[in-house]
């Protein structure tokens, strides 16, 4: 069974190329939880030899995006609701804890600020006309970059990792959702004016209204599908 969206890569960069082009397709929701596939089925569909595929599957693997399945090949790694809630505590206190040491920021240059300002004004735009798919990519740009200010690679791949993780378990439940105007968090260009001003007191009240804000919005949309799904049983069940 072909991957959905898969193209032909180039043959340079080879594992890079492939495994940015499955996490986007799960970032997407095309591949969804669960779905299994080998080495074999994923070479044929981009053209390449296995090598670069096994590598590319084994980097989603250690970013915990695929699971590898003994004599079976690969599967997307099915997140739950309480592994959603670890990972925005984890974040909230890792980001907390970056912008309440300014001192440390050496690496806010004009140019980083303005690149920060543009993906904030991206992001916020997609935010308010609900547009998912732009939404993804520019806030995960926004917040590796502002994080990056602190100038620490390990703090800004370890919060990258936790943010893509979220979004994967976050997007099925989002794209249920017939019109995602007004639900989203918008306040990116609001905190990049408490960074760019050296507050981190508003720093701080900003990322938790965001985690706030988008917790309890993924929590209501999974209380509802869990609810629909136990109505669906009941009716089933019923005589």
Known sequence: MPVPGASPVKRNTLRQQIADALCDEVL?????????????????????????VREALLDLCSQGLLDVEEHRGFRVHDFTIDDFRHMVDARTMVV???????????????QALASVRRRAEEAERAARSGDLDILIGYD??????ICGLVGNPYVSDFLQRLRVQTWVFTVPYLR????????????????????????????????????T???????RLVERE???????TSEVNSP
Do not use: C
């Open 213 to 219: 804000h988008f917790r309890a919005l993924i929590e």
């Open 226 to 232: 869990e609810s629909r799904a136990q109505n669906r």
């Open 96 to 110: 907390e804890g970056v912008f309440r040491h300014y001192v440390e920021l050496k690496t806010m240059t004009p």
């Open 140 to 145: 995960l740009r926004f917040w590796r970059e």
């Open 28 to 52: 997407a929701g095309r591949l969804l939880a669960g779905r299994q596939f080998t080495v074999k089925e994923i070479a044929q569909q981009y053209g390449v030899s296995a090598t670069p």
């Open 176 to 211: 249920r959702v017939p019109d995602l105007r007004g639900q989203l968090w918008t306040g990116h260009s609001e905190l990049t004016a408490a960074v760019t001003r050296g507050d981190p007191h508003d720093s701080e009240r900003l990322i938790g209204a965001y985690n």
